[in-house]
């Protein structure tokens, strides 16, 4: 249903006016921006002063950061009235819209893009224990231990409930997708992953999911950017302002609203500030966290874990400049060697910071780097060059294959000879993705490391080499390749941050929290923004987040249709 409101002008806070840095300044707690004017449900709880204050050191007005969207007021001259109103199309807000409309309920899906599907289009695969998928596969798998070592893994700062229901439910939300069209296919690897169709397939699933349940008695309006939600005096949600493409202001009147516009990981000031990363963003470029900031402003709690990115693999700076200037392999020489546990790596100033081993498994790897800084080193050697050149990764004892991104990952075998080796090496020098020095101490000053320090940690690694035993961080000897004679360069690796998560605290009906840890009425949230439950500072990777994705949207679906 919709009425025209004419010229009515509805006006919302303003925010505050400034570069990007004024973002980040409030994002670290040093200015203030609390909610004004709308009530917050249930706040006679003993503890709501500390938790108000809890939340003003963590309140972040990130306006400045948010192109189109810092506006004063909306003109809105349209009114549409649904059951639901689900802000973000990616998978986890397509899942809800279609799920509850699937089970009776009207709803209107808004989406700021052309396209439907999110992160969803690019990303792999979900793990999913005990789908149809698995069983078919002669997969049984008792989860309890995954959900325990999951809560210790996070000292038990997190939802347990919420965590047993996304594994024990995964398999459901991943069989009834199937049942609306979707091909998966199990893998295993230790974890039920469970790939997603082919990535050109995603779209027109999830568009077809939406034209058989979402139309007939609600819409999705592509291009329309969300912009405010509205309370009544009670604190209760009651719908969203949003604007189309072409400037028209819209209110849409719902039961509930579902926040599900997948994070605030393009936005490189606020993740700074709350982060401290300034490493590579592979996600969406429209995530930039309006989402969070209208849920805040309704009286949304922002978590004690808010900050967290989901950290997952690692690029090579040189990669981007080499890629056209050298054929597929020798352009991923330098990445490749960022997934080899045979190499020293160290941070900024020219300490190691990890045993290298840990390169073989993506999260550990991009948490491991993340810690000390945005991006660390790898170091190779002209003795390391010169047995790659011959015999490939096999001349360094290599009997793994680096687990590259596989978009990056070039045909090759692990005895192939890479050829032009220290051409490419120089190209990479040359471009600004790394260093060149013929002596530890020229290398060290080429980066502005700590000459003296680097020094050392390179006879001490030699050492290591030399002996077989690692007694710095126990890397096993058969990892342990001397250096050797130079020159000597230095890859510059950075962490590739997929999203943020977290950013809201629900419970396990997917119900936002205020700062008492009570629901608000009518507001809810799925997906990225709703994993602040999950996890503790960490992602802890395996598939979960997809796994989230999938089925947070199926299950806050289904419970809408179960409430309303």
Known sequence: MERNNGKEALSRRGFLVGAASAGALAALGLTGCAPSGTPVADSQNGNASEAESWAQRLNVDIASALPGNTREEVDVQKTKTCDVVVIGGGCSGTNTAVRAAELGLSVILVEKTS?????????WAPSVPNSSYAKAAGAVTDTDPIIEQWVADSHWRVNAAAIRQLVNSSGAAVDWMSQNGWEFTYLGMGSDITQLPDYDQREPLFQAMLDKHVASSGEVLLNTTAKKLVTDEAGTVTGAIVVDGDGMGIQIDAKAVVIATGGYGANAALVKAVFGFEGVFAGLPQNIGEGLEMAWRAGAQKPQNFGGQMLHQTLARAT?????????????????????????NVEATGTRFRNEALVLDAVPAANSSAYQGSFHYVVVSQDIMRALEQEGLA?????????????YKPAFELDTPWTGIAEVFDAMVETGGGYKGNTPEELAEAAGMDVTLFADQFARYEEFCASGADTQFGKSAKYLNALGEGPYYLIIAEENNLCSWGGLLVNTDYQVLNVSRAPIKGLYAVGNEAGGNLYNDTYVGFGYGMANTITSGYLCGTKLAETL
Not at 332 to 343: D, F, G, R, S, T
Not at 395 to 407: A, I, M, R, W
């Open 395 to 407: 001349g360094l004892g290599v009997d793994y294959s680096p687990g590259l991104p596989p978009e």
């Open 320 to 344: 981007d400049a080499l890629v056209g200037r050298f054929d597929d392999l020798p352009c991923k020489y330098p990445m490749i060697l960022c997934y080899v546990a045979n190499l020293l």
């Open 115 to 123: 396209s439907i599907g999110g992160a969803s289009l690019k990303s």
